[in-house]
């Protein structure tokens, strides 16, 4: 089994920042793009930031210059630095994979359960 686990979500002041974390576990022959998506009470999960086994990312432009995606392809890791955050940034966080259990095997994506994010004073 494959498991996407996140972590480091609470709750933060607005202007505060938080890091997130989610580790991928279990038989894992290739990861491809990893990301971050969201969804807010009442509205669609979103994309917030992706990024390529080879580090080439991209960000939904509400998070541009606040939100950094990073990950360490060795601990089969992605990570969210959140900075700035304002209170519409509120939400839950959910970790997303698209990765290879076996070397012939297609690609599939893989969903962490979220981590919720509170941004409120």
């Known amino acids: 089994q494959v498991q996407l686990v996140e972590s480091g979500g609470g709750l933060v002041q607005p202007g505060g920042s938080l890091s997130l974390s989610c580790a991928a576990s279990?038989?894992?022959?290739?990861?491809?793009?990893m990301a971050w998506y969201r969804q807010a009470p009442g509205k669609e999960r979103e994309l917030v930031a992706a990024i390529t086994s080879g580090g080439d990312t991209n960000y939904a432009d509400s998070v541009k210059g606040r939100f950094t995606i990073s990950r360490d392809n060795a601990k089969k890791m992605v990570y969210l630095q959140m900075n700035s955050l304002k209170p519409e940034d509120a939400a839950v966080y959910y970790c997303?994979?698209?990765?290879?259990?076996?070397?012939?095997?297609?690609?599939?994506?893989?969903w962490g359960k979220g981590t919720l994010v509170t941004v409120s004073s």
């Open positions: 279990g038989i894992i022959f290739s990861i491809d793009a």
């Open positions: 997303n994979a698209n990765l290879k259990r076996l070397w012939y095997s297609n690609g599939v994506d893989y």
